[in-house]
């Protein structure tokens, strides 16, 4: 194939796969009555699943899929609670958001599994971490990409991800009876995965807008 010709299909292929839906946003009606007791939010492990191509899931062992979909949501978690950090600074929410590295403590020594976390409560889990409120995050990878369209978005921007599709939720939850505060849904289109910061950069960019906890909320 002629250099032309690649550049041509991978300007095509970026066009169409760098895009994102609009995001769904939710906020419950009295959430003004519980925001003012909130002084603690923790961010959670994201909950991953990674689907593959054939080739890709022949190669791949149950155990190495788990091991790569756990460190997938470890760093989402961590680039979470960074970019929030950030903008916490600008914004000034009215929460402080539990140090990873103590939520991930605290999660240890109760002995539950990264794997099970959804097998627990939202209200269970806010009691365990003393907080009042956490922050859990679903991402689904969806479509994989070719080989070839990988590479060719991958020479215009050097994102090598084998995905097209991500579809991510976000939830906060109290501590009190779990109830669900806010959800926001985004789906991300495109060869996202080059890097969790930037998946979460664009994830958060939209979600700040509508994100709880600012002095106005």
């Known amino acids: 194939m002629k250099t032309s010709t690649l550049s041509v299909w991978a300007v095509a292929l970026l066009c169409l796969f760098l895009t994102a839906c609009g995001p769904s946003i ?17 961010i959670l492990p994201a909950s991953v699943t990674m689907e593959m191509r054939p080739n ?13 979909e756990e460190k997938s949501g470890a760093d ?18 009215t929460v402080q958001f539990q140090n990873v590295t103590e939520t991930n403590a605290r999660l ?6 990264l794997s099970e976390l959804r097998s627990h409560t939202a209200q269970e889990l806010a009691q365990l971490l ?7 995050t679903s991402v689904r990878t ?20 084998a995905t ?10 109290e501590a009190e009876a779990g109830k669900l505060l806010w959800k ?18 664009a994830l958060m960019r939209n979600a700040s807008k509508k994100f709880p906890y600012t002095p106005k909320s």
Not at 184 to 201: P, Q
């Open 108 to 113: 240890r020594e109760s002995g539950i599994p």
């Open 26 to 42: 939710y906020l419950a009606n009295d959430f003004r009555a519980y925001a003012p007791k909130h002084k603690i939010v923790a």
């Open 76 to 93: 989402f978690q961590e680039q979470i609670f960074a970019w929030l950090l950030r903008r916490s600074q600008q914004r000034g929410y």
């Open 130 to 136: 003393g907080v009042d409120a956490v922050l859990t």
């Open 56 to 68: 890709q899931a022949r190669n791949t062992s149950p155990e190495q899929r788990l091991s790569m």
């Open 164 to 173: 097209n599709q991500a579809n991510i939720s976000v939830n906060i939850q």
């Open 142 to 161: 969806t479509k994989p990409m070719s080989d070839g369209a990988a590479v060719a978005v991958g020479l215009l921007v050097g994102a090598w991800g």
């Open 184 to 201: 926001y849904d985004y789906v991300a289109a495109g060869s996202v995965f080059s890097s969790s910061a930037s998946v979460v950069d």
